[in-house]
């Protein structure tokens, strides 16, 4: 079966270089795609943050990985299957993540900590509701907590 998406809008005006660290902090706008106006964003102010559906549109089909492998390339870290992190060399190259909503400006947003880049294709956004987080205790290995140490810190804190 095949599936066809396109995008509804893109990253503008944020970051060019896709390096692992250092999203806090970082603003961005996303523009919607001509066929959506306004109207679409109706409401959205009135929330926090956005969850976020993007394409990783720069890494090559060719690179993609459907194994396991180490995180960051880190010999001192676990092999780990492709579905058990967050690379962006997954099969249908997809990033989800969330973010700050700081305005609505007319047919665009402005967000914070949007780990993606300039022109990304953005495929999906979606309110974050406290709802939609985990329920219970979540747990996760110590080698995921070290990788994200630095992921949302500010870039002036290097």
Not at 58 to 85: K, Y
Request: aromatic residues 8%; proline residues 7%.
């Amino acid at each position: 079966m095949d599936i066809t998406v396109a995008p509804i809008a893109h990253v503008r005006l944020g970051r060019t270089d896709p390096e692992d660290d250092f999203w806090g902090g970082a603003q961005c706008r996303i523009e919607l795609a001509e066929e959506y106006d306004a109207e679409s964003l109706s409401g959205l102010e009135d929330f926090s943050h956005l969850e976020i559906v993007y394409l990783f549109d720069r890494v090559d089909p060719g690179s993609v990985e459907t194994t396991a492998r180490h995180p960051r390339n880190r010999s001192d870290w676990p092999l780990v299957g492709i579905f058990g992190q967050r690379g962006k060399r997954r099969p249908n190259r997809l990033g989800v993540s969330r973010c700050a909503l700081i305005s609505v400006e007319h047919r665009a947003l402005v967000v914070e900590g949007l780990d993606a880049i300039d022109g990304t294709p953005i495929l999906d956004m979606k309110p974050w509701m406290r709802e939609f987080g985990p329920r219970g205790e979540v747990r996760q290995p110590e080698w995921a907590t070290e990788l994200m140490a630095d992921y949302y810190r500010p870039e002036s804190s290097r």
